[in-house]
């Protein structure tokens, strides 16, 4: 299967790795259930790094395209393309209002408890991570395109950071589903400097260990990007 992958060459090569994949399984060359080679070997094949390769199948992924399975590889999804190609022009028009409702108030519900058991449970690498991803955010400002993953790295420490491995995988299941969200809600640059701030204030609360503070800016945030979100929707309809 190896054979069918072509090297990569030039910058941005993440974004090279999603074409030649998606056009793959665009042209039927890559199958549905079709299992894609170990990380390592298609990284070694398309002459990339390992960090592009997991971008792009973050990228894939959202898009419904790919899916990964715990313990077995990434696999390909049956998709129908039709629906494939407007997901990707336009998001949100896919997320019926009240699914989104839905996947808010599930944030709403999981995200605070997170951030409370943080306070109580965060080691110094715990904090140094959530630190990492913030910093990362700072500098994802140069690079709109690449804005979401860092956000969604802040979240994902945080669940790390509760020691609780169900938390953890949670988090990364609904992944997918918060970046399409975050497409559509960080595109300006003055609502994700706003953003980074309260992700600041998260953390900073959480070095302190004070939960009812944490919680507060969680709630904060979230709200936010509940305005945000619905905001969107609204002009839509």
Partial sequence: MTEMFVELQNTRVYEKI????????????????????SERELAKKLGCSRTSLREACRVLESEGLIVSKA?????????????????RVNPVDMIEKTAVMHFLEAREALEPKIVELACERATEKDIAKIESALKTMEEK????????????NFHL???????????????????????????????STDRYTESLQEHKD??????????????????????????????????KE
């Fill in 157 to 187: 420490a945080l669940a790390e950071a509760t020691q609780n491995f169900v938390f953890v995988s949670l988090m990364e299941v609904n992944l997918n589903l918060y970046r399409q969200v975050r497409k559509q809600t960080l595109t």
């Fill in 202 to 235: 998260v953390l900073e609360a959480i070095k302190e260990g004070d939960k009812e503070k944490a919680v507060r800016a969680m709630h904060t945030h979230l709200q936010h990007l509940a305005n945000n979100v619905l905001g969107l929707i609204s002009e």
């Fill in 71 to 87: 313990g077995g590889g990434r696999f390909v999804q049956q998709v129908d393309q039709r629906l494939t190609v407007k997901y």
């Fill in 18 to 37: 999603v074409v030649q994949i998606r056009k793959l399984i665009e042209d039927g060359t890559l199958k549905p259930n079709d299992r894609l080679p």
């Fill in 141 to 152: 400002l140069k690079y709109p395109e690449e804005k979401v993953d860092a956000d969604s």
